[in-house]
């Protein structure tokens, strides 16, 4: 867009237009978890497919759909301050950039969706082009330049029973009939059983689809340990140690159960000088395997780890973390960065983690797990990469980097959708919470709440068959938001009078 062109889109939006583009995308960002209000959906959406229908230009409709965006993000992932926090005299600076940056860079994403279903269809055909082209651009947030979906339209419904669509059609698919359901609503007036239908199919579709089948027992039990190290205090030199003799002692306790899992990055050095470490905590857990989280460095390349010890306290296996948080666990050309003192949050060593060589299947004494490190548990994508189905998914997290409001919780939202689309049981480690066994259709079975040490032991349960989902990933979707959008391009082309 050229600099008249923006100009132009800007006279055209009006500022009661794009004032109404941004609360609508705020008030939508309040079904996101902790609030959970769905019930501002259909005026938000509303709001949204009001604005593509009255915009001028493509142009217009381009800057409206980033406002409505830059709302949304912004509210919804206002967690983002929290990092900035943990040394305020050196990051809370940057704090107010780095919301303003993120959201208004994921919201380039919406503005295309608008644009296009101006630019590309006419009249009323302009609302279902924005349910494909929306849909398309969440697909592109989840997947371009490491993908980031988060809060996603999915995340929506974990405690509905639309949540139970997510075996067959996966989080994209709820997005789009979130989308589909709520966007024709702007046709009210005008069509009243075109705009209700889409909303009647959608609910019926979700009440229709039954509820996963109950698990059976593996006789299985998991200590679930939650240090609660907050994160100013985890990696201090007078404190660290405190939290390590606390997840020791949390191990030591009656009765003995099949394995003990830590949170990510639960031992303060490198594996490749924490021999003594390990062999106190396999004393202290009584021959017990443990998985912990930990770093290491192998040829100079240091990684972020989940490693297995056996009975005798000696690494047995180990996961090297893939997805990494960008800005977080590594810079973009962080050599050049760290020259200006520019390094990734998390990082405690050089200038980044490395990415180990991507998602693989641990055998636990339990059975097979897929571990997944803290961010990667929001990559359905990454999940689904396993060459072998797991009979469970096992996260470390810290997520005290995500403060104590939204974050955690919509990362907890995000583990409970994994494990019911894969149809697998999730056990969840979370430094400061919320730890967790979660059922293969996504119930809280035992958990820890937020801001509490202590740990729970939890029976494991059993994997359910295959899910559609997880044979099938995004592309059904993918596909169909393509032809759906070549439909109505085709149909809103031939009702265009020829001269």
């Given at each position: 867009m050229t600099a008249i062109g923006l100009r132009q889109a800007v006279r055209q939006l009006r500022p009661a237009r794009a004032g109404l583009a941004f609360g609508g995308g705020a008030l939508a960002s309040l079904a996101l978890a902790p609030w959970s209000f769905l019930f501002g959906l259909p005026l938000a959406l509303g709001a949204a497919g009001w604005l593509v229908l009255q915009a001028a230009t493509?142009?217009?409709?381009?800057?409206?759909?980033?406002?409505?965006?830059?709302?949304?993000?912004?509210?919804?992932?206002?967690?983002?301050?929290?990092?900035?926090?943990?040394?305020?005299?050196?990051?809370?600076?940057?704090?107010?950039?780095?919301?303003?940056?993120?959201?208004?860079?994921?919201?380039?994403?919406?503005?295309?969706?608008f644009g296009l279903a101006v630019r590309f269809s006419a009249g009323a055909w302009r609302i279902p082009m924005l349910v494909a082209a929306w849909s398309l651009a969440e697909i592109g947030r989840a997947y371009l330049l490491t993908g980031f979906p988060w809060a996603a339209f999915g995340q929506f419904w974990i405690d509905t029973p639309a949540a139970n669509l997510l075996p067959w059609i996966g989080p994209q698919g709820l997005a789009l009939l979130t989308l589909a359901a709520f966007l024709p609503l702007t046709l009210l007036r005008q069509a009243p059983?075109?705009?209700?239908?889409?909303?009647?199919?959608?609910?019926?579709?979700?009440?229709?689809?039954?509820?996963?089948?109950?698990?059976?027992?593996?006789?299985?039990?998991?200590?679930?340990?939650?240090?609660?190290?907050?994160?100013?205090?985890?990696?201090?030199?007078?404190?660290?140690?405190?939290?390590?003799?606390?997840?020791?002692?949390?191990?030591?306790?009656?009765?003995?159960?099949?394995?003990?899992?830590?949170?990510?990055?639960?031992?303060?050095?490198?594996?490749?000088?924490?021999?003594?470490?390990l062999r106190v905590i396999s004393e202290n857990a009584g021959g017990v395997p443990v998985l912990l989280g930990i770093q290491r460095e192998e040829a100079g390349a240091f990684y972020n780890s989940a490693v297995l010890l056996d009975t005798d306290g000696q690494p047995a296996a180990?996961?090297?973390?893939?997805?990494?948080?960008?800005?977080?666990?590594?810079?973009?050309?962080?050599?050049?960065?760290?020259?200006?003192?520019?390094?990734?949050?998390?990082?405690?060593?050089?200038?980044?983690?490395?990415?180990?060589?991507?998602?693989?299947v641990m055998d636990l004494p339990i059975g097979r797990a897929l571990p997944l490190i803290c961010y990667e548990a929001v990559f359905p994508q990454d999940v689904n990469a396993a060459e072998t189905r797991p009979d469970m998914l096992v996260q470390v997290t810290n997520d005290?980097?995500?403060?104590?409001?939204?974050?955690?919780?919509?990362?907890?939202?995000?583990?409970?959708?994994?494990?019911?689309?894969?149809?697998?049981?999730?056990?969840?480690?979370?430094?400061?919470?919320?730890?967790?066994?979660?059922?293969?259709?996504?119930?809280?079975?035992?958990?820890?709440?937020?801001?509490?040490?202590?740990?729970?032991?939890?029976?494991?349960?059993?994997p359910l068959p295959p899910t559609l989902y997880s044979r099938t990933g995004d592309w059904p979707v993918f596909l169909l938001c393509l032809l759906a959008a070549a439909a109505v391009f085709l149909r809103s082309r031939a009702l265009v009078p020829r001269s």
């Open positions: 493509a142009r217009a409709a381009m800057l409206a759909g980033w406002m409505f965006g830059l709302g949304y993000f912004a509210f919804g992932l206002s967690w983002i301050l929290e990092p900035f926090q943990i040394d305020p005299e050196r990051h809370a600076w940057m704090a107010p950039f780095a919301l303003v940056f993120l959201a208004g860079g994921l919201a380039l994403f919406w503005g295309a969706a059983a075109a705009a209700l239908a889409p909303l009647g199919l959608a609910a019926a579709a979700a009440f229709a689809v039954p509820a996963p089948p109950q698990a059976n027992p593996t006789g299985k039990t998991v200590r679930i340990v939650q240090p609660n190290a907050p994160q100013d205090l985890k990696w201090h030199p007078d404190h660290r140690w405190e939290f390590v003799r606390r997840a020791v002692a949390f191990s030591a306790e009656a009765p003995r159960p099949d394995l003990i899992v830590w949170p990510e990055t639960a031992v303060p050095q490198l594996l490749n000088y924490a021999d003594d470490t180990a996961y090297d973390k893939a997805h990494l948080v960008p800005f977080g666990e590594y810079v973009p050309f962080g050599d050049v960065m760290a020259r200006f003192g520019i390094y990734g949050f998390a990082s405690r060593a050089g200038a980044g983690y490395a990415a180990g060589p991507g998602p693989q005290a980097w995500f403060g104590t409001r939204s974050g955690p919780y919509q990362h907890l939202v995000q583990a409970r959708m994994r494990a019911i689309e894969q149809g697998l049981p999730m056990i969840r480690a979370a430094n400061t919470g919320v730890s967790a066994m979660i059922g293969a259709d996504g119930t809280l079975l035992n958990s820890l709440p937020l801001g509490e040490a202590g740990f729970i032991d939890a029976a494991l349960p059993a």
